[in-house]
């Protein structure tokens, strides 16, 4: 993983305004490390709320 990581700065090179966004020091990685766990975790609520809410709608009684 720490290898992908910083095989994929080649990659992932962002900057923004002249600042690099690659992470280099401990802080950095935890802040990204949180950022990524708070956006993967908010992806999988919304899928799990899609599915539900799809599945909830399919079986509702509606007249046409």
Known sequence: MVLF???AKAILDIEVMGYELTPTTAT???VALALLVL???LMGYGAYAAFRDFFRWRGAKRPL
């Open 5 to 7: 990581g910083h095989h």
């Open 28 to 30: 950095e990685h935890a």
């Open 39 to 41: 956006a993967l975790s």
